[in-house]
């Protein structure tokens, strides 16, 4: 069966510092990725969203860039995080096919401090 | 662009009741997905229902339900029997087929408490 595992589960980093979240899927190929920002009264947030490697597509321009160096690794990063960088992240993947659902991993609660 | 709207911030609903939690979304396309997704405390989201928008049918897994309205636009999802293991954010979702991007997009969420 398929799974995924998001990391760390909690953090806490200062403002001006850099950022590296992980999200790694086992159990299929090619899976289509998503990274996702939970806020308080905005739903869930698309960032980024990748359907094959090397393939990033960013919906909010921002201080964070997304990479996906393996097929099944996706990668939320910042160079220098914002007071407002502060929030829930998750990743997802789908198989792609038309009527999949999204399966997330636990998330990661970023507090820039 | 696609949007989804949830009108309600918070509802509640005594144990044993039925509740509808409101969704609306704005498309132009015919062809598209819809998914209503649980978030309790733990903040693991689950998966709900899905609906095809082709398929008239609503479509219901154990006491969930949904009234998928097209033409309205409109999507609810319906719990009945509620739980106190029902309690938790629900998030409704659109998902684009025909541009071919595979965007899920969400609503805001409604919190749902459900009262002993």
């Known amino acids: 069966s398929q799974t995924i595992h998001q990391w760390p589960a909690t953090l806490v980093q200062p403002v001006g510092s850099p950022l590296s979240l992980e999200c790694t899927v086992e159990?299929?190929?090619?899976?289509?990725l998503y990274w996702y920002r939970q806020a308080a009264g905005r739903g869930l947030q698309l960032l980024f969203y990748?359907?094959?490697?090397?393939?990033i597509s960013s919906e909010v321009p921002q201080n964070l860039s997304a990479s996906r160096p393996q097929d099944r690794q996706f990668i939320l990063s910042s160079k220098k995080l914002l007071l407002s960088d502060s929030g829930f992240y998750l990743c997802a993947w789908s198989p792609g096919r038309r009527n999949s659902p999204l399966h997330f991993g636990n998330g990661t609660r970023l507090t820039v401090t | 662009a696609q949007t989804v709207t949830q009108s309600q911030p918070e509802m509640s609903v005594q144990e044993a009741e039925t509740v509808t939690l409101s969704c609306t979304y704005d498309t132009s396309e015919s062809d598209y997905y819809l998914f209503w997704y649980k978030q309790p405390p733990s903040r693991q989201m689950i998966l709900v229902i899905r609906?095809?928008?082709?398929?008239?049918q609503n479509a219901t897994e154990n006491r969930f339900s949904v009234n998928f309205q097209k033409a309205a636009k409109s999507f609810s999802l319906k719990i009945s029997d509620s739980q106190l293991g029902d309690a938790a954010m629900y998030f409704c979702a659109y998902r684009s087929v025909p541009s071919g991007t595979y965007k899920y997009i969400f609503g805001t969420g409604t919190r749902l408490k459900v009262l002993a």
């Open positions: 990748s359907v094959g490697i090397g393939q």
């Open positions: 609906q095809e928008a082709y398929k008239q």
């Open positions: 159990g299929t190929s090619n899976p289509n």
